[in-house]
Nanobody
Framework: QVQLVESGGGLVQPGGSLRLSCAAS????????MGWYRQAPGKERELVAS???????NYADSVKGRFTISRDNAKNTVYLQMNSLKPEDTAVYYC???????????????WGQGTQVTVSS
């Protein structure tokens, strides 16, 4: 089993900052991509940011310049630093990991339970 434990969500005023963390644990041989998705009420889940094992990053246009994704490979942990938050950033944020449990497995997708981020005055 692979577990993803998220932390860092909450309520913040517009213009504020939050840092999300997601630690992967359990039976996992390797992790390729780590990322964050979000889903607002009535909307589809969307990619926010992702980072590969060698540090290549990808961001949604709506968060470029405001959010920064990073990872600690030794801890199997991914972070999302969110600055200059806007009300439209309000959503449930989900951690996503693409990895394999054994060396001969193909990649699988794993999801965290989600953490609420609310940006409101």
């Amino acid at each position: 089993q692979v577990q993803l434990v998220e932390s860092g969500g909450g309520l913040v005023q517009p213009g504020g900052s939050l840092r999300l963390s997601c630690a992967a644990s359990g039976s996992i041989f390797s992790i390729n991509v780590m990322g964050w998705y979000r889903q607002a009420p009535g909307k589809e889940r969307e990619l926010v940011a992702s980072i590969t094992s060698v540090g290549t990053t990808n961001y949604a246009d709506s968060v470029k310049g405001r959010f920064t994704i990073s990872r600690d490979n030794a801890k199997n942990t991914v972070y999302l630093q969110m600055n200059s938050l806007k009300p439209e950033d309000t959503a449930v944020y989900y951690c996503n990991v693409v990895g394999r449990r054994r060396w001969y497995d193909s990649d699988s997708y794993y999801w965290g339970q989600g953490t609420q981020v609310t940006v409101s005055s």
